[in-house]
């Protein structure tokens, strides 16, 4: 079967939009897979790009970006009953992405964009609160975290970072543990690399925001980084 690479959406009025296969949600790749209509998903995502955020309680998790280009464009919490956190990422195209944060959003202190040329960290010490109309009414209340069109929010570019790091002190723990190289586990049949990537993922505590593949991805891009 050939391979799929995008949806072509139409409107009623004769417009189309493109999506990559890759944007779409998990349990719709799922559904046309079993339709026929395209190869099922993989197990290890092949993203160029994969979003860690981590909690004040040291929780992560993972999202593959699947694009040329990511970059944060901001980042900000919402209050109303209860407080939704709002994330777009910039990925070359007309409209970003859009991530909805339900736990905790007010307590992400770091964002990461992990690809094959480094790592972009971004600190989110920083709040600014908005308000719009009387909160007890029916308002909201605003608190960004992170805005690139604002100065007094700061990025910053390094081939690694401290939780990177940390990735990578465990995996090579893991593997020396098991006599593997990471360039020997690299080269083995999928099925057998995401068995030593669960116990990597378990260990440094990395969760899938909506798929467990785009984990084994993030591990698989840290240890191709530390062979190269």
């Not at 068995?195 to 240890?223: C, F, M």
């Amino acid at each position: 079967m050939k391979k799929l690479k995008c949806l072509v959406l139409e409107y009623e009025d004769g417009t189309q939009t493109r999506t990559d296969l890759g944007n779409v949600d998990m349990s719709v790749q799922l559904a046309l897979a079993n339709s026929g209509l395209c190869n099922s998903p993989p197990e290890i995502s092949s993203a160029n790009h994969f979003l860690i955020l981590q909690w004040q309680d040291g929780w992560q998790e993972v999202l593959a970006i699947n694009s040329d280009v990511a970059d944060l464009l901001r980042y900000y919490v919402i209050r109303r009953i209860e407080d939704r956190g709002r994330l777009t990422i910039d990925v070359g195209t007309e409209y970003p992405e859009l991530l909805i944060i339900e736990r905790l959003p007010k307590e992400i202190d770091h964002i990461l964009l992990v690809s094959n040329s480094g790592v972009k960290s971004y600190g989110l010490k920083i709040e600014l609160e908005g308000y719009e109309g009387a909160f007890e009414t029916g308002g909201k209340r605003e608190y960004i975290k992170y805005d690139s069109s604002n100065p007094q929010f700061q990025s910053e570019f390094s081939e690694t970072t401290k939780i990177i790091t940390h990735i990578e002190s465990v995996a090579v723990r893991i593997l020396d543990e098991k006599g593997l190289s990471p360039s020997e586990l690299l080269s083995l049949e999928q099925s057998h690399r995401i068995q030593e990537y669960k116990d990597i993922a378990k260990i440094a505590g990395l969760k899938g925001i909506e798929r467990q593949s785009d984990v084994y991805g993030l591990i698989e891009i840290i240890l191709k980084n530390l062979i190269n």
